[in-house]
């Protein structure tokens, strides 16, 4: 005899993902969509540490916000949770302390895996846009580019050689050659 399946709600709230025990997956929601990834594959982990080192270098030199790239807790609403993989907060928001103060995110970026494909690039694509988040990269590990998306585009511009970001109160832009971004190990 089976088990009997579990009915798990069809609507998810922020309270309702926190409360999910650890079972090493990452538990996201938007809208009310639950979104559920199994651990990233090494290539996936190699990329964010490569990409979180170089924006955090470049934000050491202009002090335009800080880079993150662990688990967190962000949430414009009830029904809406994330964890980018990768983001830039102003420092102001990060100095509270508190998730619930983090919101104005200056950049967001996912690094696809084969199980988050379909919500980096549309769930949680159209939520950064509605929130206003002024650059937001998917980043294409295994195709090697990036899509760059901004709060009004309805198509990516597609990167292939480097990523330039220029935040507001740096002096310089950012900007990352892809080829050593996705160098082999």
Not at 23 to 38: M, N, Q
Not at 44 to 55: A, D, I, K, Q, S
Request: aromatic letters at 8%.
């Amino acid at each position: 005899m089976g088990m009997p399946a579990v009915q798990l709600p069809e609507f998810w709230t922020a309270e309702m993902v926190r409360a999910i025990p650890d079972d090493g997956c990452r538990h996201e929601t938007v809208h009310g969509e639950l979104l559920v990834s199994p651990s990233a594959r090494v290539w996936h982990h190699v990329v964010v540490h490569r990409l979180t080192r170089m924006l955090d270098d470049f934000l050491r030199r202009e002090p335009a916000g800080m880079v993150l790239d662990q688990a967190s807790d962000i949430s414009w609403g009830a029904d809406t949770l994330v964890q980018p993989d990768i983001f830039v907060a102003p420092i102001e928001e990060l100095a509270t302390l508190d998730w619930a103060n983090v919101r104005g995110l200056l950049l967001v970026v996912e690094v696809l895996s084969p199980s988050s494909v379909r919500s980096d690039r549309f769930a949680k694509r159209r939520l950064y846009q509605e929130v206003g988040i002024p650059l937001y990269w998917i980043v294409d590990a295994d195709a090697h580019h990036v899509e760059c998306w901004t709060p009004n585009a309805i198509t990516p511009t597609i990167e292939r050689e480097r990523l330039t970001w220029h935040p507001s109160g740096a002096s310089a832009p950012c900007s990352i050659a892809l080829a050593s971004l996705f160098a082999p190990l």
